[in-house]
């Protein structure tokens, strides 16, 4: 059903119903992460056919708003079935594109599927609420606001590399659904994935012009966008740099944003040592380390550290290092950059005394899982993300000062506490400054239905289903006053 999207590989992009060539001939060239080879061109567009693409969209947002709830929704619950029939091709494509191992590519295609599905029938039961005037002191009962929910108008959705077919979703069904048109930004490495996903919306019937694509790289294009005076919400998951930015440079223009982590575990003496060592391990190596929920650190009580972090080590060995289509887990990182800044904070641990457990071994931007304990908070792994697939176990004297350490962090998105003393999980829970705390599992999204927000650097607003549906509407009040 993709053969619309590429022309001998030059992607095209989704403009008013149809995949289009773009007027200039700029291309970015999009080469797989784990084998060098060129995998596809993207169009970069320019400011004029971003102009073309925000007043389409605008055009066609008035139309939507006005096509009944129910219609919207069936539109979705095909796009998850299509989504469905055709798992098996994207994530062949979206790992060759990112380089994620075949089950969690698999898996991030049929999350999506569910999270569609879920939000057309959230959207179906997204009502409203009359209030009466005469609780409110000096008034009578001659006045009932009637408060609806009504769309913001363009959504411009940019999405991160490593989620590129969810992240774009979970941005553009609750749009959808709240009566938005959305003008899709993917992330330039994921991209190809994305302008798939953005096909399946259309073949599901959107209406032309209600989900339009611009692919470009983001440092070039993404100042215009965001600054572009047709949006009317941006909704934004990356890191914490270009988050800022965005924040900083556009212009009373409401935002959702999901940035960087810091998720600490913090494991006390009286826990499942295993189970926390199982789940400590598969959230900080998982794709690699590149979720922005990894473990990026461990702060373990003394007198468990050493059995804790045997344990760890244990699970470490046995990672399947390798290409995607070798079967590996431990794939190579998205570019040398990102392997390289992960290289940095490993050689800033080893010069600063940390005792190396496990990894320091790097075959281009193949970076072997490494492990270090008693890392200090003098040294860059105790603060800075690395995403990358390197954990630093930092030993702590007691809960206060894990709490303590946790919280210096600039980020605040989720911590783990590992025990079965809930009186201690829930004094910790209390005094973590994140978005969410998970008692005995690893930092993670899901369930999508589930409040996700970083605070600190980590955040702007929550997403969820219906907290996405949420922040993408708004408020509207009609009072009825009467005469008696
Ligand atoms: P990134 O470099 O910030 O890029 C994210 C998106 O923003 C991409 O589509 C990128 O386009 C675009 N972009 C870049 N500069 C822009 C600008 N000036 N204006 C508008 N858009 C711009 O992040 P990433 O490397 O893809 O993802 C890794 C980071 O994201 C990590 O820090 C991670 O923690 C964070 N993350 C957070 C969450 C969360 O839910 N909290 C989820 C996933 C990732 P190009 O690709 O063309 O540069
Ligand atoms: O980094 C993406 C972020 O949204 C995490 O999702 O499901 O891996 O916890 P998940």
């Keep these: 059903m993709f053969e619309n999207i590429s022309k001998d590989k030059i992607y095209k992009n989704l403009f008013n119903g149809k995949w289009i060539d773009a007027k200039n ?120 606001s009637l408060v609806t929910r009504v769309p913001l108008g363009v959504v411009l959705a940019i999405s991160p590399f490593n989620y590129p077919v969810n992240l774009s979703a979970s941005k553009i069904a609750p749009a959808l659904i709240g009566g938005n048109s959305v003008v899709l930004k993917p992330p330039t490495n994921g991209a190809i994935s994305a302008l798939h996903l953005a096909e399946i919306f259309n073949a599901a019937g959107l209406p032309a012009g209600v989900l339009n694509t611009v692919t470009g790289k983001g440092s070039e294009i993404g100042d215009y966008l965001v600054t572009h005076k047709l949006v009317n919400f941006i909704n934004f998951t990356g890191s914490t740099e270009v988050g800022k930015h965005i924040a900083k440079i556009s212009e009373m223009v409401p935002m959702l944003m999901e940035l960087g982590g810091k998720d600490a575990a913090i494991v006390l003496p009286d826990a499942d040592l295993e189970e926390a060592a199982s789940n400590i391990v598969s959230g900080a190596y998982g794709y690699s380390g590149q979720r922005c929920t990894a473990v990026k650190r461990v702060l373990v009580l003394d007198e468990v550290a050493d059995k804790l972090t045997n344990l760890i080590a244990e699970k470490v060995n046995k990672l399947k290092v390798g290409k995607p289509e070798d079967g590996g887990k431990i794939t190579p990182l998205i570019n040398n950059k990102s392997a390289d800044y992960v290289q940095e904070l490993i050689d800033d641990a080893i010069n600063k005394g940390a005792k190396l457990i496990a990894g320091n071994k790097r075959e281009k931007n193949l970076v072997y899982p490494t492990l270090f304990d008693h890392v200090t908070t003098d040294m860059r792994l105790a603060w800075e993300e690395p995403f990358g697939p390197v954990l630093p176990i930092i030993r702590v004297k007691n809960i206060d000062e894990a709490i303590k350490i946790s919280n210096e962090s600039e980020y605040g998105l989720q911590a783990s506490i590992f025990t079965k003393n809930m009186d201690d999980a829930f004094y910790i829970a209390g005094k973590l400054e994140v978005g969410t705390v998970q008692i005995n599992n690893k930092p993670e999204r899901g369930p999508d239905h589930f409040p996700f927000q970083g605070v600190k650097s980590s955040g702007i607003g929550s997403q969820g289903i219906r907290y996405s549906i949420e922040a993408m509407t708004r408020l509207k009040a009609v009072v009825l006053n009467l005469a008696k």
């Design 25 to 144: 001939k700029n291309v970015i060239e999009i080469y797989s992460p784990s084998n060098d080879t060129l995998i596809g061109k993207l169009q970069a567009l320019s400011k004029e056919e971003v102009d073309e693409v925000f007043k389409n969209a605008n055009i066609a947002q008035k139309t939507w708003a006005e096509t009944p709830v129910n219609e919207r929704a069936k539109i979705l619950h095909k796009a998850a079935d299509l989504l469905e029939e055709n798992a098996d091709e994207l994530s062949k494509i979206l790992s060759a594109e990112i380089s994620k191992d075949l089950d969690s590519s698999l898996s991030e295609v049929i999350r999506t599927a569910d999270f569609i599905r879920f939000t057309a029938d959230e959207g179906m039961h997204l009502e409203g609420e009359t209030i009466g005037s005469d609780n409110f002191p000096g008034f009578k009962k001659n006045k009932v």
